[in-house]
C-alpha cells in the first residue's frame, strides 16, 4: 500500500465497459511528512468516495484489481481508503 493525494479527476466518454460507473482520479505518491514523490501522478480507480485534496491509501497492480467489484476491470491502481489521521515518530538510525 502507499499515500497519495488526490491531484485531478479523468473525465472518459469511452472506456472499457467493465469500468462504466466507477471514479477515476488523479493521485499523486507523498511522503510520510505528506511532500510528493519523485514519481509521476497516476490515474487510480476510486473504491471509498475520495476526493480531490484528500490523502489517501492505494495499491498497485494485483491488488488493485482485487479492490473493484468486477474483477475482470483492467485496473492497476485503486483507492482503498482515506486517510483521516496520520501519525508518525521519527526513528534514529
Known amino acids: 500500500m502507499e ?3 488526490v491531484v485531478g479527476r479523468v473525465t472518459a466518454t469511452r472506456k472499457d465497459e467493465n469500468l462504466v ?6 493521485t499523486q505518491s507523498i511522503g510520510m511528512d505528506g511532500t510528493p514523490l519523485n514519481s509521476l501522478p497516476i490515474i487510480t480507480v476510486d473504491t471509498v468516495g ?3 485534496g484528500e490523502r489517501v491509501i492505494f495499491v498497485r497492480g494485483s491488488m488493485a484489481s482485487r479492490a473493484v ?10 483507492i482503498v481508503g ?6 508518525c515518530e521519527k526513528f534514529k538510525e
Open 3 to 5: 499515500m497519495g493525494v
Open 21 to 26: 460507473g466507477t471514479k477515476l482520479l488523479i
Open 50 to 52: 475520495a476526493g480531490i
Open 69 to 78: 467489484r468486477n474483477k475482470e476491470s483492467p485496473v492497476d491502481a485503486a
Open 82 to 87: 482515506i486517510i483521516d489521521n496520520l501519525e
